[in-house]
């Protein structure tokens, strides 16, 4: 037996295929660096909406386009600087030496009720200077959007007047504006829930008393029930009157104050005091200011109701319908997909017929979610809303109650699309508890529920709940089934309320996903929608990545516990 | 024997009768329970299958009642649209109106006759009777025509129920052609302001051809009266007997069928009457005369039938040689026993029913598909189908009237609809084509899954193409090659990607990067294949280095030093981008002159396809977030569990860390890995709101990466609410739900027993 000769030569050679252990490399960081840039352009971009930017006075060089402005000057924010498209350039600017002549900066100009849009592109080689002049108010208004503005004077009705330059007027202005939104809050009190109370009567009285009217003959009873609902119908109208009568009071006063104000192409207008929301001087803020007032943004934003076709305001609605439509389908995914695996792991014999199952339920987990969006329309909807329809509320039809999209529909939906993904989960969990514990029990004389009761299901009761939280995180993003089944861009009411029966299951209602769709897509400008898709979009996938961070946490957190914990 | 009384159970083993009721009734409640939620998720598939079953069903037709007609020489029949009050139009031009309800004595207005205008003065030599517009035209023998509108009006008396009501509004005789000599043909095309009148003439032992146009005078009472406008006389067009004639509404032209199986065709632009083609539609057969021409809804096809019983339909469309509208044979359906005797086209859709004596069938012209036919117990001398293509109507040669009941909720659904090449109306060729909607009542539907399917494909392959290999060198590299410290991180981070809802990858798609991708697409191509070079580059050198260098870089910390290089190269690939386009995609601007560097403008004219801002580039690249972090974690699982002791073996063998992973352990787990690249397919296959958001939505059946195009999911989304419910629209995308069920179905089970497979080889090791 003779040994191989040894190799010649003395340089260790390089472990083989190192090349590609890069190459393999450069796979996870390209995956890892996609997903922080994501996560970083929407932090950024979200949180931008609400910071509270300086407004610059923009001198040109020249008159080129004399729109949004007088002579060489215009006002406005300054949002960003690119290339202009090639399609759009003379053949001056594409031969130019200074490139500034083929950018273009984007600037939020404001003022819509002015100047019909409220951005602008203006050539970035003719801008000459850019100063930030200290007196500009930026209010945020019911209407039109935000203003950006020089303020001339407050007036009242009854001839109070002070001047822009008076050392009293910032404080009055604030102390009004304060005022007015109290005011809004009490009119809206008033027309919201007063006042909707009895409009939510008067529609059932009104749906009674066509009953009747149609009717050929009535039986005495039936003549002694609509006289009631006659006189009911007045008793509510007579409530009514001094409600409407207080809120129109309101109404007047929130007109009593007159801002007069200068924009920048010249021109001098006024609003009433009542139409500002909120305003501020853009470029006199310190940087903890604008930090205060930028949790004061968010929180409006968090807190508010939309206006002007979900443009401006808040998402309030959206986020609440989110929340409503989650928990009613943890509520119905819950019990049934415990049950399912429970079933599936404890009671059912583990032969072909489970294992065709367990197919079947892994295959559904990956049909598609507008698969089920489809089902949910034509099962739930039409089938089976129109039957409750025609056998509960007949006197409403042909206006359908359940028999249209509403948010037990799409919860419904929803619940059925992720009630795999909690049987998967569960039986799991179940799976991991140890058969010693089942046996020990069982021998110890409890019985088969007694022993799934008190050991199994406390036992595997976190991995049911990262089933859960996993299974809300996919429910509240998703927008494709929604849309068929009861998601609308705006919704008059919330689906919970002070009103009875307080939840209203037949309702549609707004959903986050879907407002960033509609708005997106749907708006009549998308420029003027973005930042509120952004600022949306951060708030879920905030709520999505947290639930689904808490569903890791605790997987992981389980992975170590059982693999100390088997015998 | 002692009567021994059992030792008593001691208490403490005695269950309590609660406990074990409890315990059968969980058992139970467990059961009933999750067989039915297994039992409410198969109730998925069925409900989407009974929603499509009625698509594949042909019509059913059934005898309904019968009633006598008084006898005449009938030559025409018509009805309102409950067939409650059908009129019979003798070929003297006196309508029967016979009232077919079961009212008792006062109300039922039994059997009445209405004479038109015209009738009374001359006698009638020509008819012709347009159900869909419900208008009559008469000649008559001495050169003059009326025109009648039957109006029906449903009125609602107190008696309740509903009367049809019926008056006729009709022109007073014109005068066509030359004075005195009898029209033998007339024709009659009306929409709106142009109406035009054709009629075929007996002169002097031959036949002459001419038009009228005709106008209304409008007056402050509403629409006056019909006058003529101007006559032509298009006699020169032909050269034989004109056998049949007929004007579309449209009133643009005259088609004439000669006695010798020519059909001519004179275009009429408003002025001017030009012969645009002469064409033959049964050239190749023995006897090439036509026995009969109608038009179908729509009125741009024809359906002609030869003598031996060939029934063909012929449509008008662009030819794109001669650039203008002309008939072209489109549809051949089977032959009759002989010449259609009877023919009757429908007011909703492109059925026609047609036969002769006892053989009656119905077809569905876009289709080429037989609805129903049948030998019927008598022969037919008229046939209607009911306005509201619910009911067909026989008059029979001994002067019953038959009513049969048609149910046939779907006429245009089939196999060949959905996934066949058809020609459809105005088109020159076959194609495969979805159009749902269009502008008016007589639009053709175009119901074909088949653009639906190659857009749904088009879309999985460009997102498999990004992702795929993304998610697959990820995966090795987590399981192989990196710390277990650090996994624990760069794990859940992938996983995250997973949870980013699609709305928000669409919005991001369409609004922000579309814009951003189209501006720059040499720099994105660039940037990609630089950074993908880079890595092979930077592997090669690294390889080569000196022991002392590679001992700086802990082995599992590759993917952190290669960040640097990355961001270099990509942010070079971008910033060269441009300088690209500059010297190869350059278009010249033929109005200016002007050289411009774009490459949105380059690649139409070098290819002839087109670019689109929002195309599938955009949506494949989108749809990697959401299928990279689910191959990548199914896989990263399955490289994952494979044994240790496989990998010690190898290494301990002296195998560099790259030849086990590649030698080893990913044969080894090929299975699974397997079964995640189907999961992930499964998932980009059922993606809506990306591809909503992303592309323009347009069907389209091929694969240019720089248009978009629509998918089965985004499908349903955009057309599903407004969708009637149960109608074919909403049936085919229940279809079309179906289709991408299966789709999913397959790939999901494919991957699912390989999972299990795979399961089964890992226990057999350990």
Redesign the interface.
């Given at each position: 037996m003779t040994n191989p000769p040894p190799t010649t030569s003395t340089r260790?050679q390089?472990?083989?295929?190192?090349?590609?252990?890069?190459?393999?490399?450069?796979?996870?960081?390209?995956?890892?660096?996609?997903?922080?840039f994501?996560?970083g352009?929407?932090l950024r971009n979200g949180i931008g909406v609400f910071w509270p930017r300086r407004v610059a006075e923009v001198t040109f060089r020249e008159e080129r386009d004399t729109r949004f402005r007088e002579g060489l000057r215009t006002l406005g924010v300054i949002l960003l600087e690119q290339?202009r498209?090639?399609?759009d350039l003379t053949?001056e600017q594409?031969e130019s030496p200074d490139p500034a002549d083929r950018r273009e900066k984007q600037l939020f100009i404001g003022n819509r009720d002015v100047y019909g849009q409220s951005f602008a592109f203006f050539n970035a080689g003719n801008i000459a200077a850019i100063d930030y002049p200290d007196n500009v108010i930026r209010a945020e208004r019911l209407e039109w959007g935000d203003a950006l503005l020089f303020p001339v004077r407050l007036h009242s009705r009854d001839g109070v007047e002070i001047l822009a330059d008076d050392p009293a007027f910032d404080g009055t202005l604030n102390r009004l504006v304060r005022e007015v939104g109290d005011r809004r809050r009490e009119i809206n009190r008033i027309e919201r829930f007063a006042i909707g109370r009895i409009n939510l009567q008067m529609r059932d009285l009104e749906l009674r008393e066509r009953f009747f009217a149609r009717q050929d003959a009535l039986t005495p009873e039936q003549e002694a029930e609509y006289a009631t609902v006659r006189q009911r119908m007045a008793e509510l109208q007579a409530e009514y009157d001094p409600l409407a009568a207080q809120a129109g009071v309101l109404r007047a006063r929130q007109m009593e104050y007159t801002l007069d104000y200068r924009v920048i192409s010249g021109e001098a207008r006024s609003m009433p005091v009542g139409h500002i929301v909120h305003y501020y001087y853009p470029n006199r803020l310190n940087t903890p200011a604008r930090v205060r007032l930028m949790a004061h943004h968010i929180w409006d934003f968090l807190s508010g109701y939309p206006r002007e076709a979900n443009t401006e305001g808040g998402i309030f609605p959206a986020i609440f319908g989110t929340f409503v439509m989650t928990l009613i389908m943890s509520i119905a995914v819950m019990?049934?997909?415990v049950?399912?695996?429970?079933?599936?792991r404890?009671?059912?014999r583990q032969g072909s017929l489970v294992?065709a199952?367990?197919?079947?339920?892994?295959?559904?987990a990956?049909?598609?979610?507008?698969?089920?969006?489809?089902?949910g329309?034509?099962?739930f909807v039409?089938l089976v809303g129109g039957t409750i329809d025609n056998l509960f509320f007949p006197q409403a039809l042909p206006t359908p109650t359940f028999g249209t999209g509403g948010i037990m529909w799409a919860s419904l939906t929803l619940a059925?699309m992720t009630?795999?993904v909690v049987?998967v989960a569960t039986e799991e969990a179940l799976a991991a508890v140890s058969r010693g514990v089942r046996e020990g029990s069982l021998a110890c004389?409890a019985?088969?529920?007694?022993t799934?009761q008190r050991l199994v299901l406390p036992a595997s009761a976190p991995g049911i709940l990262t089933g859960l939280v996993l299974a809300m995180?996919?429910g509240?993003?998703?927008?494709?089934p929604l849309?068929?089944v009861g998601v609308v861009a705006l919704a008059p009411n919330l689906p919970i309320d002070s009103m009875f029966p307080f939840i209203h299951l037949e309702r549609k209602f707004m959903h986050m996903?879907?407002h960033?769709?509609d708005l997106?897509?749907q708006s009549p400008d998308?420029e003027a929608a973005?930042p509120m898709?952004f600022a949306t979009?951060l708030v879920?996938?905030l709520l999505?990545?947290v639930?689904?961070?808490l569903a890791?946490m605790v997987r992981?957190h389980l992975r170590k516990k059982y693999a100390a914990d088997t015998f | 024997m002692t009567n021994r009384t059992p030792k008593p159970i001691p208490e403490r083993?005695i269950?309590k009768p609660a406990?074990?009721w409890?315990?059968r009734f969980?058992?139970h409640f467990?059961?009933v329970?999750?067989?039915s939620?297994?039992v409410?998720?198969?109730?998925?598939f069925v409900?989407?299958l009974i929603?499509i079953i009625p698509l594949f069903r042909g019509a059913r037709v059934a005898p309904d009642r019968t009633m006598p007609i008084p006898a005449d020489d009938y030559i025409a029949l018509g009805s309102d649209e409950w067939s409650e009050l059908p009129f019979f139009l003798t070929a003297d031009g006196a309508l029967r109106f016979v009232d077919t309800t079961d009212l008792p004595e006062p109300y039922h207005r039994g059997i009445f006759t209405r004479q038109a205008g015209i009738a009374q003065v001359a006698d009638v030599t020509a008819v012709e009777f347009n159900p869909y517009a419900s208008h009559l035209v008469l000649g008559s023998n001495d050169g003059r025509f009326s025109i009648v509108d039957v109006v029906y009006r449903a009125t609602h008396p107190p008696r309740g129920g509903r009367e049809v009501q019926v008056t006729l509004e009709e022109t007073p005789p014109l005068r066509i052609g030359r004075e005195g000599h009898p029209l033998r043909i007339v024709a009659y095309g009306d929409r709106g302001a142009r109406k035009l009148l054709a009629a075929a003439q007996w002169v002097d032992e031959r036949y002459e051809l001419h038009a009228a146009s005709l106008t209304q005078r409008q007056t402050l009472m509403g629409a006056g009266e019909l006058s003529v406008e101007q006559t032509f006389d298009l006699t020169e067009h032909i050269d034989r007997r004109p056998a049949f004639l007929l004007v579309p509404p449209d009133a643009d032209g005259v088609v004439i069928g000669q006695d010798d199986g020519v059909v001519r065709y004179v275009h009429f632009d408003g002025r001017r009457f030009t012969l645009r083609q002469i064409f033959e539609p049964f050239a190749d057969l023995d006897d090439p005369r036509i026995a009969s021409m109608h038009f179908l809804l729509g009125d741009v096809s024809l359906v002609f039938t030869a003598h031996n019983g060939a029934q063909r339909v012929f449509s008008l469309f662009r030819d794109p040689d001669k650039d203008m509208r002309i008939w072209g044979h489109t549809k051949t359906f089977p032959d009759l026993p002989g010449p259609a005797t009877f023919f009757s086209a429908a007011m909703r859709n492109k059925g026609f029913l047609t036969g002769r004596e006892r053989f009656a069938t119905l077809r569905y012209s876009t289709t080429e598909n037989i609805r129903w036919e049948q030998e019927l117990p008598f022969d037919v001398h008229l046939a209607e189908i009911g306005p509201r293509y619910n009911r067909l109507l026989f008059l029979d040669t001994e002067h019953q009237l038959h009513f049969y009941d048609l149910h046939d909720p779907h006429p245009q659904a089939g196999w060949r609809t959905y996934f066949g090449k058809i020609q459809y109306e105005g088109r020159a060729e076959a194609e495969y084509s979805w159009q749902s909607t269009g502008g008016r009542d007589d639009f053709e539907r175009k119901l074909s899954l088949v653009p639906l399917i190659i857009g749904t494909l088009k879309g999985t392959l460009y997102a498999m193409i990004f992702a795929l290999?993304?998610?697959?060198?990820?995966?090795?590299?987590?399981s192989?090659?990196?710390k277990p410290e650090i996994k624990?991180y760069?794990k859940?981070?992938?996983?995250?990607?997973a949870?980013?809802?699609?709305?928000?990858l669409?919005?991001?798609a369409?609004?922000?990067l579309a814009p951003i991708m189209s501006?720059a697409v040499p720099s994105v191509i660039l940037a990609t294949t630089f950074?993908?070079a880079s890595?092979?580059g930077?592997?090669?050198v690294?390889?080569?280095l000196p022991?002392r260098i590679?001992m700086r870089l802990k082995p599992g910390y590759?993917?952190?030093a290669?960040?640097p290089v990355?961001a270099l190269v990509a942010y070079l690939g971008w910033r060269l981008g441009p300088v690209v386009e500059n010297a190869f995609f350059v278009v010249t601007d033929p109005d200016?002159g002007?050289r411009?560097?774009?490459f949105?403008?380059w690649y139409p004219r070098a290819t002839g396809l087109s670019f689109e801002q929002r195309n599938a580039f955009v949506v494949g690249f989108v749809m990697?977030?959401a299928v990279?972090p689910i191959i990548?974690t199914i896989t990263e699982d399955a490289l994952s569990n494979v044994p240790d002791a496989f990998r010690s073996g190898s290494l301990a063998l002296g195998a560099?860390?790259?030849?086990t992973a590649?030698r080893i352990v990913l044969p080894t787990a090929s299975a699974g890995i397997f079964s995640a690249v189907m999961?992930g397919l499964?998932?980009a296959?059922?993606?809506?709101?990306i591809v909503?958001?992303a592309t323009g939505n347009t069907p389209v059946t091929h694969l240019n990466p720089f248009t978009g195009m629509r998918t089965l999911?985004a499908n349903?989304?955009v057309e599903?609410?407004e969708a009637p419910?149960l109608g074919t629209l909403y049936r085919t995308?229940?279809l079309g739900?179906m289709v991408?069920?299966l789709m999913?179905?397959v790939?999901?089970?494919l991957?699912?027993?390989m999972r299990?497979h795979l399961r089964e080889r890992y226990k057999a090791v350990e």
């Open positions: 260790p390089p472990p083989a295929g190192e090349t590609y252990v890069w190459v393999t490399g450069m796979g996870l960081t390209i995956g890892l660096v996609m997903i922080l994501l996560l352009l929407i290339d498209d090639i399609r053949p594409i019990p049934f997909g049950m399912a695996a429970i079933y599936l404890e009671y059912a294992r199952v367990r197919i079947a339920i892994n295959n559904l990956g049909v598609p979610s507008i698969v089920f969006g489809i089902f329309l034509g099962f039409y059925l009630v795999p049987i004389g019985s088969k529920w007694q799934i995180a996919r509240a993003g998703e927008v494709a849309m068929l996903g879907f960033i769709y997106g897509f998308s973005k898709v979009t879920l996938i999505v990545v639930l689904n961070l890791i992981n | 083993f269950v406990t074990l409890f315990d969980m058992n467990i059961k329970g999750g067989l939620i297994i409410a998720v198969s109730l998925i409900f989407i929603q290999p993304i998610a697959l060198l990820a995966a090795i590299y987590t192989q090659f990196l624990r760069v859940p981070t992938m996983e995250i990607m949870s980013l809802p699609s709305v928000v669409g919005f991001l369409a609004l922000w501006n950074v993908i890595a092979f930077v592997g090669f690294w390889g080569r022991r590679r590759e993917f952190i290669f960040v990355m200016t002007l411009i560097a774009d949105r403008m990697g977030f990279i990548y560099s860390r790259w030849q590649v999961i499964g998932r296959v059922g993606e809506t709101m909503v958001m999911s349903i989304a599903l609410p419910y995308l229940f739900a991408l069920f999913t179905f790939v999901n089970t991957a699912e027993i299990q």
